[in-house]
C-alpha cells in the first residue's frame, strides 16, 4: 500500500506548519506519527515510535543551536527531524550532517525539500517502503495485543455470569450485555485481522462502553490487562524493544509477578476478615520468586543459560506456580465453606478475586506451554 503524498495549504501560522510536518512524516512512513500538546516552540513538535520532529516557522533561518537543542529533546528517539520554513545556516547544516540531523526546508505551501544527507536517506523510496512495512506490522501486534485483551475480558464476564448468583433482573441486563460484548469483541479481532484498523478503534470504544456498563455489575476490580487501546500499543512496543531479549521468559516473569501480587494483596486484606481460612503461608514463596528473577535475567540474556537448563528453570516456575495454586483453591474452599456454615450467601468479591486468580494463573500456564 503506497502513502498518498501531503496535501499542499498555504501555511498561515505554526499550527499549521506542524499539521504539515506531520503529514509530511507519515509520507516518509512513519505511519504512527502525530502531534505532541507541547504549544508553540515548545520543543518536540511532531513524534512517532522512532523519530521526533521540531517544526519552526520562521522567516529567518534556523542556526546550529537550535538543531543541537532538537537533538537533546530527541534522545529517546532513533530520529531526528527538523522542520523550517526559514531555512538554515550553514553551520546548522554542517552540524546537522554531523549528528545525524535529518533537515526539511518547507515552503509556504507545506511543501517539504530535503536539506540534509540524512534528510536525503529518509526520503529515499526504498527506505519509506521498508519503514512503512515494519511500523505496519508493529501497529498489527499491537492491535493483536488489545484483541487478545478483550477477549480474556470476555471470557472474565461470561464466567462471573456462570458462577456469581444474580438476581433475575440484574442476570437478564447482564446477558444482553454480555452478548453485545461477545459479538463486538469479534467483530474488533476480524477488524485487526483485516488491518482495518479505524474499524477496529470505532469497536473499540463499544466495547468499553459495554464493559463500562458490566463494571457496575462485578466491579471495577474484575477488568482484564489492558484499560484501553493505548495502554496495549505501549505494551506492544515495550514487547518489540529489544531483538536481543527473549520475550517468552520476560512475559512468563511478568505473569508470576502479577499473581504474586495480586495474591499478596488479598489475602492482606483476608486476613482481617477470615483469619483461620486465609492463612499468611501463601506469601512465603522464596523459590519462585527467585525462579522469577532468574527468569528476568535470562529474558535480558538468553545467552546466560543453555537451552536444556532454560527449561528446567521454566519447569520449576510450572512447578511454583502449581504449588501456589494448589494452596489458593483451598484457601477459597475454606471461605466457601466458612459461609455456607453461616448460611449466608459468599460475598461477590470473593467470586471475583476467584475469577482473577484463575485467569492468571492460565494466563501463566498458555505462556510456559507456548514458549
Not at 505511519?31 to 516557522?57: L, M, N, P
Not at 483476608?270 to 512465603?284: D, I, K, N, T
Not at 537448563?309 to 483451598?330: E, H, I, P
Amino acid at each position: 500500500m503506497e502513502l498518498p503524498e501531503p496535501k499542499a495549504t498555504f501555511l498561515l501560522d505554526w499550527q499549521s506548519a506542524e499539521i504539515a510536518a506531520l503529514e509530511h512524516m507519515k509520507s516518509l512512513g512513519f505511519i504512527d506519527a502525530q502531534r505532541t500538546q507541547s504549544g508553540a516552540d515548545g520543543g518536540i513538535d511532531v513524534e512517532s515510535s522512532e523519530a521526533a520532529a521540531q517544526v519552526k516557522f520562521y522567516a529567518s533561518p534556523v542556526g546550529r543551536p537550535d538543531i543541537q537543542r532538537l537533538r537533546g529533546a530527541a534522545n529517546g528517539y532513533r530520529i531526528s527531524v527538523f522542520y523550517s520554513t526559514g531555512g538554515y545556516t550553514k553551520e546548522a547544516v554542517e552540524y546537522a550532517d554531523s549528528a545525524g540531523v535529518a533537515l526539511f526546508l518547507m515552503d509556504p505551501y507545506g511543501n517539504a525539500e530535503a536539506y540534509s544527507q540524512s534528510a536525503e536517506v529518509l526520503v529515499r523510496p526504498d527506505q519509506v517502503r521498508e519503514r512503512q512495512e515494519q511500523l505496519e506490522e508493529l501497529k498489527a501486534v499491537r492491535y493483536r495485543l488489545a484483541a487478545l485483551s478483550f477477549e480474556e475480558d470476555y471470557s472474565l464476564y461470561a464466567k462471573f455470569g456462570k458462577q456469581v448468583p444474580l438476581g433475575e433482573e440484574e442476570a437478564a441486563y447482564f446477558a444482553h450485555v454480555l452478548s453485545d460484548l461477545d459479538t463486538s469483541v469479534k467483530n474488533f479481532r476480524e477488524a485487526v485481522r483485516g488491518s482495518q484498523f479505524q474499524v477496529a478503534d470505532s469497536l473499540f470504544e463499544k466495547i468499553n462502553n459495554r464493559v463500562l456498563f458490566l463494571t457496575w455489575i462485578t466491579g471495577e476490580e474484575f477488568r482484564g490487562r489492558y484499560e484501553d487501546i493505548d495502554e496495549a500499543v505501549a505494551q506492544g512496543w515495550k514487547l518489540q524493544s529489544a531483538s536481543s531479549s527473549d520475550d517468552s521468559f520476560s512475559r512468563i516473569a511478568s505473569a508470576v509477578i502479577d499473581l504474586m501480587a495480586f495474591l499478596e494483596e488479598l489475602f492482606r486484606a483476608w486476613e482481617a476478615s477470615y483469619p483461620q481460612e486465609a492463612g499468611v503461608y501463601l506469601l512465603r514463596e522464596p523459590v519462585l520468586k527467585r525462579s522469577v528473577g532468574m527468569l528476568l535475567s535470562v529474558g535480558i540474556d538468553p545467552s546466560i543459560l543453555q537451552p536444556e537448563l532454560q527449561m528446567q528453570l521454566k519447569d520449576s516456575v510450572k512447578v511454583g506456580v502449581a504449588r501456589l495454586a494448589k494452596q489458593t483453591d483451598k484457601t477459597f474452599r475454606s471461605i466457601f465453606d466458612y459461609y455456607k456454615q453461616l448460611k449466608f450467601d459468599c460475598p461477590t468479591n470473593v467470586f471475583v478475586a476467584k475469577l482473577k486468580f484463575e485467569a492468571l494463573v492460565e494466563r501463566i500456564s498458555r505462556l510456559l506451554n507456548a514458549s
